[in-house]
Every structure is written in structure tokens, then in C-alpha cells.
């Protein structure tokens, strides 16, 4: 029962019965708590020798991946302070496609490095305003660090593709998914007012278990998982005139409930006859318009099949909208939404267009588009989890080409940003003074955490790794980082380590703002549900943190 004050010796109660009530620094610590544990379970993926987290959910489904927003996608999160770093994670991923693990890991460093100033009597307002002063000082050192990339320099892009595959499953062959991913983005972008514009849903990534990853390849096109409808119908077609129609190739019902009376067999007949006629009308205007190969929205009558295919028409029904507009994109068609209105002009262009079957199932090719504004990539792979390893590491790397030419800026990785960031925000701090200057500290030592886990996944002695680097930094070796391959520090443009600038700005700004929220709250008031407490009867803080004890390496 939460009872709050006393009224001449009464007991005031304002929260209904099995309500729990956490208040002050126990709040605080709760919550923190939470958020570190989140942040641990995905920290040791960091990097190329980061491990592998195998998830099983509760139909007994297997995930394997080393991808921070994957992994805690799959996690079965309780605890609302824990689900604001899944949410760090989800932005991180949408905005910029990598960097999931560092902002996780940045966000519960930050938490952990303010409980230390908690205890030494610091008011969470004091923490917030020097993380905030920290937060636009690094954002703006970032800024000066960057160095510029745009859109024909190939060489950067493809390192920036590699960096972002690194340690993702799919080492063996990512000098040459790189440069489909690079290929892939260089296709589909476009400049507007001097600013290049990419829409990342242009680049369609398609997965088919089977054959191996170097069987991963980049249509010029679209790959689309359906099959032609009528066996008579051509399986290859070159020179394809693509006619795409958001209609029906069907006789329409009525909508409203008429009745029709037939009183004799001829009438019948002269009904069924009427029937095929207009969807033999019908084919013939898709047929007027000259096209070869037809992609249908909706669906297509049998008998309508039957006549396409007389004509060696192509087609394909209840394509999806998307793909309908990644079709169009690609060929240069124009979506119809009548038969009537379909035009030569409406037409798209593609080399060819063939069924193809893999893995005892039927994809539909369109290849070789003039100019396409829309591709696809299929993903292959020896087995299911490989192929969705795969699969993340592209769409890592499709996104990290794209974050890179959107901001037109990239940094070397493997901790060298971060020790330098560190570094300046320290001296900082001595301008600030007053006891924003601890908290500033606080957060230049929370941004280390990302070499320091890289040094400890070498498996040598970090702290040895980590006071080299700050050596060579102070001596002005800006790109100097962790080479986690031979466990020593090296200069990361040498090694080709380059990430996009947007990964590291964005995984600030997420983290910042997360633990500034957790670190806003004094009282946790949970609700009764069943037990009391948290779902399942938990109390909160203990635990809570559903589907994460076996996750802890």
C-alpha cells in the first residue's frame, strides 16, 4: 500500500493497493542498472573479433548475429528504463543502418560514469548540463575531424562499405559485396541543388539460401519473388517493354446485389460469352499497347492468362506496391491505373527479363535497365543463417555508403575518433570549470569505452593498448586507433578503417539524450498488474529483464 503523509496521526492513501514506489537515488540506481545491463549484453559484439550473441525465441526460432539492434529487436525487454536503449538502438538503425552497438554502449557508459558523480553528492541537474555542454562541444569537434567524400571517390566508399561488414559473418568475401554495395548507391542517387538525395528503399536487398556468398550478386534492375502466371508464357524475355497496371485483368462483380434471370440454355451461353469477351477486350488493349511483359497489382482471370499467352505476353500478378514502385523506378514505367488508359508512353525498358529458379523456388529477374533509379541486390548464402548474416552486413553497409555521401564526411574508426574526442574534451573542461568540469570528464571517459572494448576484444591488455593511444594522440597521430586483428594500435587510414561521420554524431545524440531521460527520473510509481509489481509479479529493478540471462557472455 503506498501510503504518502500523515493527517492528525491517519495514514493518507493515494495509490491503490500493490502499487510499488521507488523514489530518490534507489530510483536512480534501479534504472541505471537496467540500462547497464542492456549495454553489456551487446558491448562484447563491438568490432571485427566482437562474438556472437544466438538468440532462441519462444517457438524455439534461431538468430545468430552480432548486430546491436537485431540483437535487442529479439530480446524480450521488460524493464522500461532498458527499453529507452532498444530504443537508442532503433534510431541508430534507421538513421544511419550501423553504429547500433556503439550507441548502446556509449549510452549505459554515460549512465554508469554519472552514478559515480551521484555518489559523490552531484545533483543530477549539474550532470545533465555538463553531458549537454559535452554533448555540442564533441558534435562540433566531430565537425572539424571529418574529412570530406563525395560521391566519385569509389575507393573511400567501398572502405566505408568493408569497415561496416567487418566482423559480420561475412569476412571471406567483403572486398567484392562492397563494391556491389557501393555500385548499388552510386546507381540510385541523385543530385538536387548540388546535394545528393538517396532514398535507401531504392536498394532492394533479396535473400535466397543456396550457392555461396560470392554467388551474391547486383542486378541492374529488380529481383521480385513471384513466378509468371501461365505456364505457355515466355520464361525469358529480351528487349522487355514492361507495362505496369494497378487493375484487375478480371470481370468485375457488382457491387450492388442484382439478380440476373436466365430462362433459357442460349442465354446462358450468350452470359458466359460476354464474360470472355471483355477480357478478351481487355488483352487486347494490353496488347495494343506493345508491351511483352506485364506486372499486375492485382489479380489476372484465367481466361485472361489464357489469351496473354497466345500473344507470348509475359506476366506476373499481386505484385506488391512497393515493388511496383521500385519497378517503375528501375524501368522508366509509369504505374496505370485503368487498361483503358495504357499507353506505348507508359512503358518501361529493361534488357531482360527471365524466371529463374533457386532454391527449388521461382524469382522473376528484370535486368539490365538503362538508367535505373532502383536496384536490387540478391543475398546468397550455404545456409538460412548465413544468408541473414549476410543480409545485415549488406543492408550495414548500403546504409553506411549512403549516411556517408548524405553528410559528405567520414572519420577514421577503430577508436581513433573517440580517443582524439576524448582528448579535446578534456582539455574543454578545464575552460568550464565548476562542477560541469567532472561531468564533462565523465563523459570524455564514457567515449573511450568504444577502443577500450575494441583493446579488449584483441585479447591483450587493454589498458597497455589504450595509454599508447593516448600517447600518440597527445603527439598529434589524430587517426591512430586499435588494429584488433594483430591487438596493437595502428593508423586506421592505413588499414582502410573509415566509417561514415553521421554513425559517430547520431550515436552521440541518441546516447546523450537516453541517459539524460533516465537520469531526469526520481520515482518510478509501478502500477499493480496481477502480482504487483512488473508484469509476471516482478518487482521493479529485479531483473526484469526478460529473455537476458542467458545472453551474458
Known sequence: MANIGQLGGQPIFILPEGTLRTTGRDAQSRNIAAAKAVSESVRTTLGPKGMDKMLVDTIGDVTITNDGATILSEMEIEHPAAKMLVEVAKTQEEEVGDGTTTAVVLAGELLKRSEDLLEQEIHPTVILRGYRLAKSKALEILDGLGQHVTINDAKTLAKIAMTAMTGKGSEAAKESLAELAVDAVRMVSETENGKIKINKDDVKIEKKQGGSID?????????????????????????????????????????????????????????????????????????????????????????????????????????????????????????????????????????LVEELKLAGEEMIFVRDCKNPKAVSILVRGGTEHVVDE????????????????????????????????????????????????????????????????????????????????????????????????????????????????????????????????????????????????????????????????????
Open 390 to 553: 549476410v543480409k545485415r552486413a549488406m543492408d550495414d553497409a548500403v546504409l553506411g555508403v549512403m549516411s556517408a555521401l548524405e553528410v559528405g564526411k567520414v572519420v577514421p574508426g577503430g577508436g581513433a575518433i573517440e580517443i582524439e574526442l576524448a582528448r579535446r574534451l578534456r582539455e574543454y573542461a578545464e575552460t568550464v570549470g565548476g562542477r560541469e568540469q567532472l561531468a564533462i570528464n565523465a563523459f570524455a571517459e564514457a567515449v573511450e569505452i568504444i577502443p577500450r572494448t575494441l583493446a579488449e576484444s584483441t585479447g591483450k591488455d587493454p589498458i597497455d593498448i589504450l595509454v599508447e593511444l593516448r600517447t600518440l594522440h597527445e603527439k598529434g597521430k589524430k587517426a591512430y586507433g586499435v588494429d584488433v586483428i594483430n591487438g596493437t594500435a595502428a593508423d586506421m587510414e592505413t588499414l582502410n578503417v573509415i566509417e561514415p561521420l553521421k554513425i559517430k554524431t547520431q550515436a552521440i545524440k541518441s546516447a546523450t539524450e537516453a541517459a539524460e531521460m533516465i537520469l531526469r527520473i526520481d520515482d518510478i510509481i509501478t502500477a499493480k498488474s496481477g502480482g504487483g509489481g512488473m508484469p509476471g509479479g516482478m518487482p521493479p529493478g529485479a531483473g526484469g529483464m526478460g529473455g537476458m540471462n542467458g545472453m551474458e557472455e
Open 215 to 351: 554467388d551474391t550478386e547486383l542486378v541492374k534492375g529488380l529481383v521480385i519473388d513471384k513466378e509468371i502466371v501461365h505456364s505457355n508464357m515466355p520464361k525469358k524475355i529480351k528487349d522487355a517493354k514492361i507495362a505496369l497496371l494497378d487493375a484487375a485483368l478480371e470481370v468485375k462483380e457488382t457491387e450492388t446485389n442484382a439478380e440476373i434471370r436466365i430462362t433459357s440454355p442460349d442465354q446462358l451461353q450468350a452470359f458466359l460469352d460476354q464474360e470472355s469477351k471483355m477480357l478478351k477486350d481487355m488483352t487486347r488493349k494490353v496488347v495494343a499497347s506493345g508491351c511483352n511483359v506485364l506486372f499486375c497489382q492485382k489479380g489476372i482471370d484465367d481466361l485472361a492468362q489464357h489469351y496473354l499467352a497466345k500473344e507470348k505476353i509475359a506476366a506476373v500478378r499481386r505484385v506488391k506496391k512497393s515493388d511496383m514502385e521500385k519497378m517503375a523506378k528501375a524501368t522508366g514505367g509509369s504505374i496505370v491505373s485503368s487498361v483503358d488508359e495504357l499507353t506505348p508512353k507508359d512503358l518501361g525498358e529493361a534488357g
